[in-house]
Each structure stands twice: as C-alpha cells, then as structure tokens.
T-cell receptor, first 107, second 114 residues
Framework: GIQVEQSPPDLILQEGANSTLRCNFS?????LQWFHQNPWGQLINLFY???GTKQNGRLSATTVATERYSLLYISSSQTTDSGVYFC?????????FGAGTRLTVKP | DAGVIQSPRHEVTEMGQEVTLRCKPI?????LFWYRQTMMRGLELLIY????????DSGMPEDRFSAKMPNASFSTLKIQPSEPRDSAVYFC????????????FGPGTRLTVL
C-alpha cells in the first residue's frame, strides 16, 4: 500500500518562530489533507489540498503532487499551535495517515 | 450546531463483552467516517458512509467489527466480542460534499478492554 512519511517527527520552537513540516508519499494520490491534534486529543482538519497552495491565517500548505510531497508552513508560531500534525493521503478509497510531527511551542 | 457528538466518552469493558460506540454527525452532513487511533498503528480509517450507505469498509479490522447508520443523524460502531487489542480512541467525523472534504471530528471515545 501507499507509504506516508512525515518529517521531522518532533519539533520544538520558541513562540514567534516559523516552521515547515513535510509529508512525503510513495504514489500518486487523489487527495491530501493536513490535520492538527491538540494536546487534549481533539482533531481538526486544517487543509484539503490535493495540489497547489492554500493559506489560512498563519498557516499555509503546498502540495506538489508530481513530486509526491506536501509542506505545511506555520508562521509566527503560538503556544496554541502545539500538538501533533498529521497528513493523510487518499488513493481511491484507501486513506493513509502519516505518523505525525509533534510540535511543541514554548513561550 | 453542537458539532459531532460521540458517546460514551470513555468505556472500560472486559474481554469478550460487546461494545457499542455511538455518533451523531453534524446536521446536513452526508458523509460519516469512523477512525481508530492507537499508539502502535496511529490513525486508521475504519469505514465511511455516504447518505447512510457504507461506501468502503476495507479498513474494518475483523468480522468482530460492524458499523451501521440507520438514519442521517445516527451511527454505531460495534465490537463483538471485544479484545484487549481493540483498546484505542475511536473518532467519528462528518463532512458535507466530497468524501474527505473538511471533515469535522467528534471528541472521540476512549475504549479500554481489560
């Protein structure tokens, strides 16, 4: 099946710093999503981005489908950005999640 | 809208018992998803429904798992009989429109099977 790899596995930032999270996938995909799971376990959909670039406030995402990767950018990080960021790819009816990047933003 | 509602929030049961998890999607959403999250396997999509009809259940681990959606406002995930390896957090999510577009997640049910 399709493989999804996220990097880095862990990231520690000082509040105000910028960061880039990466998601590589092993095959062409129909769709890709980014999710955030906060420290209390709540999952939130951030972006639905099979290709191109989207922005939502301090967050933006870019997917280059032909090169099989997606990037999530977090600018001016805040402590509330802490948690785990997952990417998930869809191929047909198969949806696979990466193992996530655990982000800790320190005040 | 109250968002996606799941019940119970926590369930502790003994091996061999039947477990039923419940989900109420956001009103008007026509897709419903069940996910499982464990330390070992991470997040997995178990099954999803469109207009109450199961579309893909290839992620359901075994015949012990079954899911139903009798109407647009209610779905259940049942495990019978339960085993310790079923211990996980089970999330329900719903969306409007295309299958994986802007899913809204419930708070999850933490299941512990002793």
């Amino acid at each position: 099946g399709i493989q999804v790899e996220q990097s880095p596995p862990d990231l520690i930032l000082q509040e105000g710093a910028n960061s880039t999270l990466r998601c590589n996938f092993s095959d062409s995909v129909n769709n890709l999503q980014w999710f955030h799971q906060n420290p209390w376990g709540q999952l939130i959909n951030l972006f639905y981005i099979p290709s191109g670039t989207k922005q939502n406030g301090r967050l933006s995402a870019t997917t280059v489908a032909t090169e099989r990767y997606s990037l999530l950018y977090i600018s001016s990080s805040q402590t509330t950005d802490s948690g785990v960021y997952f990417c998930a790819v869809e191929l047909g009816n198969d949806m696979r999640f990466g193992a996530g990047t655990r982000l800790t933003v320190k005040p | 809208d109250a968002g996606v509602i799941q019940s119970p929030r926590h369930e502790v049961t003994e091996m061999g018992q039947e477990v039923t998890l419940r989900c109420k999607p956001i009103s008007g959403h026509d897709y419903l998803f069940w996910y499982r999250q464990t330390m070992m396997r991470g997040l997995e999509l178990l099954i999803y429904f469109n207009n109450n009809v199961p579309i893909d259940d290839s992620g359901m681990p075994e015949d012990r798992f079954s899911a139903k959606m009798p109407n647009a406002s209610f779905s259940t995930l049942k495990i019978q009989p339960s085993e310790p390896r079923d211990s996980a957090v089970y999330f329900c999510a719903s969306s409007s429109g295309y299958s994986y577009n802007e899913q809204f997640f419930g708070p999850g049910t933490r299941l512990t099977v002793l």
